[in-house]
């Protein structure tokens, strides 16, 4: 994503291996970039929801991101930093902060703890834009977002905002595609890895992924077969989908884990990396029982996926 050129594919995100005192393992953190950055993903990125961004020391994110660039780089793999943070104060000194480290992006939530006005958020753009001396910026918008953008809106904030060269997005219907195509061209739009063979087609740019955390190179494969055979691609993708409805989504009711734990989760079934299913305190993570019933079934419905990092 440098020289002017679009994010595009692929991405995974750098999940925290957390040890047995429920501490980051930066030396396991290293060995997971090596990974990832091995495994032909068009990038990867830290501190989004998965690298639970919301639950980490300054200190802990300085080194964190630090590890990530120095990691990324050595490997010649595409790299962006999250920003994101409760005090949009912070997230804008981190922004300024990044400079050094040359990332290929930087990905950065609205104002979250209080809902944010039409003024406010574009005054939070006009600093964030002044902040980001050149990075290019991407807005990631999930649908727990306190103010959720239309295509509309967040055409306009590009327009305050030349920094501005993606979004990540839940994605829609046929109807939310064409508007994505009317109002953001030029413009990167990423969707859940879950959906890329129903949005590919229909303007998806990518997606930094789920389903990477599954497997990255099962994410990959996904992916291509999107351009390269569709109706494989969207057997594939309801079988993914199905694993997930059966054997990871509901674990949100029936155990109390939150979209974090879910994917780390998915990464310990997957066993292509250092990272396990712990959490940084106080989330909880998925039990050994559900993790080992999911893991027998992954590889009887995604057997594509089983012998992929």
């Not at 674990?251 to 998915?266: F, V």
């Not at 310990?268 to 080992?292: F, K």
């Amino acid at each position: 994503m440098t020289n002017g050129i679009l994010p595009k594919g692929i991405w995974g995100t750098v999940l925290l291996p957390v040890d047995g005192r429920g501490e980051i393992d930066f030396g396991a953190l290293r060995e997971e970039i090596a990974i990832l950055c091995a495994s032909g993903l068009d990038g990867i990125y830290s501190n989004g929801t998965a690298g639970e961004f919301h639950n980490q020391t300054e200190a802990e994110y300085e080194k964190i991101v630090t590890i990530v660039a120095e990691g990324a780089r050595g490997a010649g793999c595409p790299f962006q930093v999250g920003v994101s943070h409760t005090n949009p104060r912070i997230a804008r000194d981190r922004l300024r902060r990044l400079t050094p480290l040359a990332p290929s992006g930087v990905q950065f939530i609205l104002p979250d703890w209080w809902t944010p006005s039409d003024p406010e958020i574009v005054h939070f753009a006009d600093g964030m834009q002044d902040a980001a001396a050149g990075v290019p910026l991407i807005l990631y918008n999930p649908p727990h977002a306190k103010r959720k953008l239309t295509l509309d809106e967040i055409a306009n904030l590009r327009k305050r905002m030349p920094n501005l060269v993606g979004t990540k997005l839940a994605g829609g219907d046929e109807a939310w595609y064409r508007e994505r195509r009317a109002l953001l061209p030029d413009f990167s739009v990423f969707v859940p890895g879950h959906t890329v063979a129903f949005g590919r087609p229909r303007g998806a740019d990518g997606a930094y992924s789920n389903v990477a955390c599954l497997s990255p190179r099962g994410a990959l494969l996904h992916w291509q077969l999107a351009e390269e055979d569709p109706e494989r691609a969207t057997e594939l993708e309801k079988r993914i989908v199905s694993f997930m409805q059966q054997w990871i989504i509901p674990l949100i009711s029936s155990h109390g884990l939150s979209n974090i734990a879910l994917d780390k989760m998915m990464a310990a079934i997957g066993g292509w990396g250092p990272v396990s299913e712990r959490l940084l305190w106080p989330y909880i993570s998925a039990p050994t029982e559900a993790l080992n019933e999911a893991r027998e079934h992954y590889n009887k419905m995604l057997p594509e996926f089983a012998p992929l990092f």
